[in-house]
């Protein structure tokens, strides 16, 4: 991945921190960071020292939304494909998507850390993402409805598997920001902490994911779970698990993981 201009991408105790860097516009989203997101995405997934991932802001929020510098036309613009974005369906891709689905296909867990505001494309942005952690003074909004848009990023798919139907058109339909507490009634979020608190609390987290799990487990488990929500009946889950149990039970972490809890020792984990 050459280096980012919009993002910054760090590697330290198995866990990338990807960390949307425009501080001075509440890191804005841009087609550039779509780019880069999906290449950081690309580099963590590729990198088997990389155990998990964790998404942040800088500053004093995580992302404000799309970058309106371009004025009232700043949606009618996208109209008309971009280089690299390519089309689906005939019209130009999202840049949301662009963004947002190499994080659902990662092979890792991913963790947002959403410190200050999430709203749009901030908010939609974290849906592929396994745990959503939230700062106090974190606020989230799908105002899509109020600037004449739809919700994008693949979130027509994400949100109601997340939250719920009702939870997520009343959401999309009023437009509303609302904050943390309300993230968290709604499951949007799986928990509340202090801002001082947000970073440590992911990084624990990610710290306690690293020390005692196979990483080849815990992928295979997260591609079963979110493949399994649009599955049509308990029996395409069995079929899918019984084939990753044939696949992962005669490997070299099962071996491992049964013998580390009968020694009473920490596991070592070698499976790629």
Same mark, same amino acid.
Request: contains cysteine.
């Given at each position: 991945?050459?280096?980012?201009?919009?993002?910054?991408?760090?590697?330290?105790?198995?866990?990338?921190?990807?960390?949307?860097?425009?501080?001075?516009?509440?890191?804005?989203?841009?087609?550039?960071?779509?780019?880069?997101?999906?290449?950081?995405?690309?580099?963590?997934?590729?990198?088997?020292?990389?155990?998990?991932?964790?998404?942040?802001?800088?500053?004093?929020?995580?992302?404000?939304?799309?970058?309106?510098?371009?004025?009232?036309?700043?949606?009618?613009?996208?109209?008309?494909?971009?280089?690299?974005?390519?089309?689906?369906?005939?019209?130009?891709?999202?840049?949301?998507?662009?963004?947002?689905?190499?994080?659902?296909?990662?092979?890792?867990?991913?963790?947002?850390?959403?410190?200050?505001?999430?709203?749009g494309?901030?908010?939609?942005?974290?849906?592929?993402?396994?745990?959503?952690?939230?700062?106090?003074?974190?606020?989230?909004?799908?105002?899509?409805?109020?600037?004449?848009?739809?919700?994008?990023?693949?979130?027509?798919?994400?949100?109601?598997?997340?939250?719920?139907?009702?939870?997520?058109?009343?959401?999309?339909?009023?437009?509303?920001?609302?904050?943390?507490?309300?993230? %968290?009634?709604?499951?949007?979020?799986?928990?509340?902490? $202090?801002d !001082?608190?947000?970073?440590?609390?992911?990084? #624990? /987290? &990610? @710290?306690?994911?690293?020390?005692?799990?196979s990483?080849?487990?815990?992928?295979?488990?997260?591609? %079963?779970?979110?493949?399994?929500?649009?599955?049509?009946? $308990?029996? !395409?889950?069995?079929?899918?698990?019984?084939? #990753? /149990? &044939? @696949?992962?039970?005669?490997?070299?972490?099962?071996?491992?993981?049964?013998?580390?809890?009968?020694?009473?020792?920490?596991?070592?984990?070698?499976?790629?």
């Amino acid at each position: 991945m050459k280096e980012p201009t919009e993002l910054r991408y760090e590697v330290a105790d198995r866990v990338a921190t990807v960390t949307l860097h425009r501080p001075e516009r509440l890191n804005a989203f841009t087609a550039t960071m779509a780019f880069e997101l999906a290449a950081a995405a690309a580099e963590a997934d590729a990198d088997d020292e990389v155990r998990v991932v964790v998404v942040t802001g800088a500053g004093r929020g995580f992302c404000a939304g799309a970058d309106l510098g371009g004025g009232p036309g700043t949606f009618r613009d996208r109209r008309v494909a971009s280089p690299g974005q390519g089309t689906i369906d005939g019209v130009p891709r999202d840049w949301g998507g662009i963004a947002s689905l190499p994080f659902a296909a990662l092979r890792k867990p991913v963790i947002a850390a959403v410190n200050g505001p999430a709203v749009g494309i901030g908010a939609t942005l974290t849906l592929p993402m396994d745990v959503r952690i939230a700062a106090e003074s974190a606020r989230f909004g799908f105002v899509f409805g109020r600037v004449g848009i739809v919700p994008e990023a693949a979130s027509s798919w994400f949100l109601p598997r997340v939250v719920g139907i009702s939870q997520a058109m009343e959401w999309v339909a009023t437009g509303r920001v609302f904050d943390a507490q309300e993230a %968290l009634r709604g499951r949007l979020v799986s928990r509340v902490v $202090p801002d !001082d608190e947000l970073l440590p609390t992911a990084y #624990a /987290l &990610a @710290a306690e994911i690293v020390a005692n799990t196979s990483a080849v487990a815990v992928g295979t488990a997260r591609r %079963l779970l979110w493949s399994m929500l649009g599955a049509a009946s $308990p029996w !395409d889950a069995h079929r899918a698990e019984s084939r #990753a /149990l &044939a @696949a992962l039970g005669g490997g070299p972490d099962a071996t491992e993981g049964v013998a580390a809890f009968l020694e009473k020792r920490p596991p070592r984990w070698t499976d790629r």
